[in-house]
């Protein structure tokens, strides 16, 4: 008579999981390496890229270095009076002077100014006030200025007031600022 191996169908299926649990451990280690791999590429690169930026940055702060000596030499000084004459000095027509003076002697009581910006041909100030009044009032009278072109305002309202921001433009004739 021949043995019967009542056994089979269990080792049977124990070969076939084996297989199986192979191929997902095969899977997941080829998985594994590819994002380790991947990340250590990304890791390679992000810093890479950090020591890019901060070679750039030293190379920036290197050719800014007399700018900000600059700057501190006019924050140095302490009285309007010695930072108008320097205006002066670096602006011989003295456009800067003149219209810095006409801000000043113009703006009203209720009026803060909070910024001003210059530069070749506009002037950019920021102010604020608890009135749309005084910022009209001030609008106008910028307008009224012979050396300013085009005058734009944009008014915010808030809790405490009102902010506004002030574009101008410096006349010109066919191009030439005076």
């Known amino acids: 008579m021949d043995k019967m191996n009542f056994f089979e169908p269990i080792q049977a299926s124990k070969k076939k999981n084996s297989v199986r649990q192979r191929l997902i451990i095969y899977i997941s280690l080829s998985t594994a390496?590819?994002?380790?791999?991947?990340?250590?590429?990304?890791h390679y690169v992000i810093m890479e890229q950090k020591s890019l930026i901060a070679e750039y940055n030293s190379q920036l702060q290197q050719?800014?270095?007399?700018?900000?000596?600059?700057?501190?030499?006019?924050m140095l000084l302490n009285s309007k009076k010695d930072y108008l004459s320097l205006l002066y000095v670096m602006n011989d027509d003295g456009r800067v002077v003149k219209?810095?003076?006409y801000i000043e002697e113009n703006i009203p009581n209720e009026m803060v100014i909070t910024s001003v910006l210059l530069s070749i041909?506009?002037?950019?100030i920021?102010?604020?006030?608890?009135?749309?009044?005084?910022?009209?009032?001030?609008?106008?009278?910028?307008?009224?200025?012979e050396?300013?072109?085009?005058v734009h305002v944009?008014?915010?309202n808030t809790e405490n007031g009102y902010t506004t921001a002030i574009s101008c433009t410096y006349k010109t004739n066919d191009g030439v600022i005076y």
């Open 33 to 42: 390496l590819l994002i380790a791999g991947s990340y250590g590429y990304l």
């Open 126 to 145: 920021q102010a604020a006030a608890s009135e749309k009044a005084d910022i009209a009032d001030f609008e106008r009278k910028l307008r009224l200025f």
């Open 63 to 74: 050719s800014s270095g007399g700018r900000s000596e600059y700057e501190e030499q006019i």
């Open 121 to 124: 041909d506009n002037i950019n």
């Open 99 to 101: 219209t810095l003076s």
């Open 154 to 156: 944009s008014v915010i």
């Open 147 to 150: 050396l300013l072109e085009d």
